[in-house]
């Protein structure tokens, strides 16, 4: 990853597109049991201006990483900007510390949205469980795909496109590189 110039122009993808990274959590590609990327099509195509200019590519690895090595992992996971963690992964894997520094590491702007999809009478035990876990401004807790999909969209639109934010794409971008250079 380096450094966007100030100056950056995002054309259409065929000249440089700017790539969204999103990070999934998850047993599986699913969220509230449809596909994530079914979920992400349908979101960009809602987005003005969006079209292919940005490509949103879902990593599905992101428990495994944490799994196998918790301190190179949060490396991987600074470089997208979008995570998509399923609660599960944090309240039942043994990662919550884990998750609580990889979280605490993220750079403003970006966004991590924990999604709920238990009975509406556990949803109070969960959050509870998760708010010790995730004490970050940066973390939305999620209980529909209706909700979920309106804070992906929200995001992508006014945060991580560079047609309506450029300068917060190349201040992202700038924050996560001089994370990863203090790490090297």
Not at 134 to 148: E, F, G, I, W
Not at 160 to 178: F, L, Q, S
Request: charged fraction near 30%; include cysteine.
């Amino acid at each position: 990853m380096k450094k966007y110039a100030e100056d950056q122009e995002f054309g259409p993808p065929d000249n440089k597109p700017h790539n969204e990274g999103i990070l999934l959590f998850s047993d599986s590609k699913t969220c509230y049991g449809e596909d994530l990327s079914s979920i992400l099509s349908d979101i960009t195509s809602e987005i003005s201006g969006y079209n292919e200019t940005i490509v949103a590519d879902p990593h599905g690895e992101g428990l495994d990483l944490m799994k196998d090595d918790p301190i190179e992992a949060e490396t991987i996971f600074l470089k997208n900007s979008l995570w998509l963690i399923h609660y599960e992964c944090i309240t039942e894997n043994g990662l919550k510390d884990d998750f609580r520094s990889a979280i605490q590491a993220t750079p403003p702007r970006t966004q991590v949205c924990i999604w709920i999809d238990t009975p509406e009478a556990k949803h109070d035990d969960i959050e509870d469980d998760l708010d010790k876990i995730t004490d970050s401004q940066n973390v939305y807790t999620v209980k529909s795909k209706n909700v979920l999909k309106t804070n992906i969209k929200l995001y992508l639109d006014l945060h991580a496109n560079p047609k309506r934010g450029k300068e917060e794409v190349i201040e992202w971008n700038h924050t996560v590189c001089d994370l990863l250079n203090a790490r090297s």
